[in-house]
């Protein structure tokens, strides 16, 4: 079970990875769309990374309300926490 | 290159200034009573002149364009713009994937007049804008709202044979600022798999541009240069192996300094003291 440090280091990871983000950039209060400027096409990409890494299916409205990268650290967290679900 | 011919009948010296003041409330005038009444006659009538809707876009787009060439004549009349075009025989293919830099107003006006049938990617806002919605919407114009339904869009409009008109900025620049591209271009250009056509555009003295109050026209007729160049390939974008959202901001950054170095290039050409030097 991962706690939410590790998902803040792994999503840093993953920004850099998939973006090329400056991890100094990646603060829990750092708006995905507005500081990060990651659009709703890099959206796709970075959901489908998370898939792979949790191993759980993801729902793009489990993300609808993502707006910085501490809420996407909530959503993650809440996604492993739970067991893979039906639909 | 030698400097444009002034129109004939425009007044010269300081009545010039005034001239060319009145001659820019006139076309904004015209502008925007020619949108509302070819928005509800010539436009409407031509798309449902046929039953099948990209026919009837087809007509529209090609009389959007005659009357943005209307208009541009009107304005160089008037001896308010003046303008120069380099390869435009370049714009004729089918599925032409157009970019271009947008210092101006008049832009559009510009290249559409060039394009008989152009698909433009649009900003959302213009859709409530009194005049510019009804060309926009009867020629079947593109928002660029739509997220990823709009690179599907634009894909499937590529793939047509269509060609698609769009300025990465999304807006005019700022004066002074350097270009900020969005992404979009890029990621249509990927997923497409098609070159860009990049069309620079570069006005001096300029006009029209971000935060330009319409009456405070420069101190003499203000020149464009538009320049279609040859076409950007992908293919090596493409061949890298990246996710596409990385791959689309290395395309998106090399697109941006593509165009930094061609319009500062052109401005530079065009500028008098240049010329002076021979």
Known sequence: MQSTQEIFDQLRKVLHELFEIEPSQVTLEAHLYNDLEIDSIDTIDLILRLKELTGRKIQPDQFRHVRTVGDAVNAIHALVQNKPAAA | ?278
Request: hydrophobic content about 45%; aromatic content about 8%; some cysteine.
């Open chain 2, 1 to 278: 290159m030698s400097e444009p011919a002034p129109a004939r009948f425009v007044p010269s010296g300081a009545a010039n200034r005034l001239w060319r003041i009145f001659g820019t409330g006139l076309s904004f005038v015209c502008f925007g009573l020619g949108a509302v009444l070819l928005g509800f006659t010539v436009w409407p009538l031509l798309r449902l002149s046929t039953l099948d809707r990209r026919r009837g876009i087809a007509r529209v787009q090609r009389a959007v364009s005659v009357s943005m060439r209307l208009f541009l004549w009107l304005m160089e009349t008037l001896g308010v713009v003046s303008t120069e075009v380099h390869g435009r025989e370049k714009l004729h293919g089918r599925g032409q994937f157009v970019v271009a830099n947008h210092p101006t107003l008049i832009d559009v006006v510009i290249l559409v007049g060039l394009m008989p049938e152009v698909d433009c990617i649009v900003k959302q806002a213009l859709w409530r804008n009194v005049f510019l919605r009804w060309p926009v919407y009867w020629a079947g114009y593109i928002s660029n709202a739509t997220g990823e339904g709009l690179i599907a869009a634009c894909v499937a409009a590529l793939r047509d044979g269509r060609s698609l008109l769009v300025f990465p900025e999304g807006t005019r620049t700022r004066p002074g600022d350097s270009l900020d591209f969005q992404r979009g271009a890029a990621q249509i250009a990927l997923a497409a798999r098609v070159p860009l056509r990049p069309v620079t555009i570069t006005c001096d003295p300029i006009t029209l541009f971000k935060g330009n109050a319409w009456f405070r026209v420069p101190a003499r007729t203000a020149h464009f240069v538009i320049t279609v160049g040859e076409p950007i390939p992908v293919a090596e974008f493409l061949a890298r192996g990246e996710p596409p959202s990385l791959a689309a901001r290395h395309l998106t950054k090399a697109l941006t300094e593509w165009f930094e170095v061609s319009a500062a290039q052109q401005l530079h050409e065009m500028r008098p003291e240049t010329q002076l030097k021979g």
